[in-house]
């Protein structure tokens, strides 16, 4: 069987209904990569039905996570006030996702950030983010590109020669495309930047003393078509599920 990779979701309201979707290339790309793309909704937080799932029970359910892009994080969940230029928030699934997120930081689940997934595990382990690219000092406006151009590449990121990032790209610098308008700032200790813009962004990290940890700020999945190189990083995920998997057995447990 398919590793079975986990999917946080958007949601909005609309008719009195609650929405949940991700963009299809986040699903494509695990597909491609050999996984079993699962969409998670954002169900235990503010749940109309009793006993809304477990984080245990979802988390049973799966073999790897990936942390999607999306909406700005609150930014009490990093100790500030929201500033004028933070974006749009979405506190439930802020909540959903940063409790799913230590939850499988404990089980020492294989995970993959993107985008808003990057800034989402900093938070949890203690990091805090710019609210807008304006507030740090040198950034270039180009990081915030367009919706039309969310498929373009935008900027060069460099990635530390050693690092596992590099190794799972093999290659230490490209091209990438880039729609965040957020960035990381104090990084997690656990974290280490190990990809950079040329204006100094941190466009990568990993976690070390973690099985498997790696996040990045551009969006690899959008990248596929015509990079397929970009692939790579899901196969590294769904490789990482899967000897997780083999370590718990047939019955899932540990
Ligand atoms: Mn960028």
């Given amino acids: 069987m398919r590793p079975r990779i986990g999917i946080t979701s958007w949601h909005h309201e609309e008719g009195g209904e609650r929405w949940e979707y991700v963009p299809e290339p986040y699903s494509r790309a695990t597909a491609q990569a050999g996984g079993l793309p699962l969409i998670l909704p954002t169900i235990h937080v503010g749940a109309a039905f009793k006993p809304a799932p477990t984080l245990d029970e979802l988390l ?3 073999d790897g996570l990936l942390f999607t892009g999306g909406e700005d994080i609150h930014p009490s969940f990093y100790g500030e006030p929201i500033e004028e230029r933070c974006g749009r928030i979405d506190q439930d699934r802020d909540h959903f996702e940063l409790e799913l ?3 499988a930081l404990d089980r020492q689940i294989p995970i993959v950030g ?6 989402l595990l900093n938070v949890v382990l203690g990091g805090s983010l710019y609210q807008d690219l304006s507030y740090r000092p040198g950034t270039l406006p ?10 373009t590449l935008i900027h060069k990121v460099n990635l530390q020669p050693e690092s596992h990032l590099a190794k799972v790209f093999g290659r230490s610098a490209f091209d990438v495309t880039s729609t965040h308008h957020q960035l990381l700032k104090d990084v997690a200790p656990p974290l280490k930047a ?6 100094g962004v941190v ?4 976690a ?13 999945e959008r990248m596929i078509r015509k990079h397929p190189e970009q692939l790579a990083l899901f196969q590294a995920l769904i490789q990482a599920a899967s000897s997780r998997r ?9």
Avoid: T
């Fill in 194 to 199: 190990v990809a950079f813009s040329d204006d």
């Fill in 101 to 103: 997120a230590q939850a």
């Fill in 114 to 119: 993107i985008c808003r997934g990057i800034q």
């Fill in 60 to 62: 049973d359910a799966v």
């Fill in 246 to 254: 083999e370590r718990r057995g047939p019955s899932g447990s540990y």
């Fill in 203 to 206: 466009e990568g990290v990993e």
């Fill in 208 to 220: 070390e003393n973690y099985p498997f940890l790696l996040a990045v700020q551009w969006h690899p």
């Fill in 142 to 151: 180009y990081h915030h590109s367009s919706r039309e151009k969310r498929y």
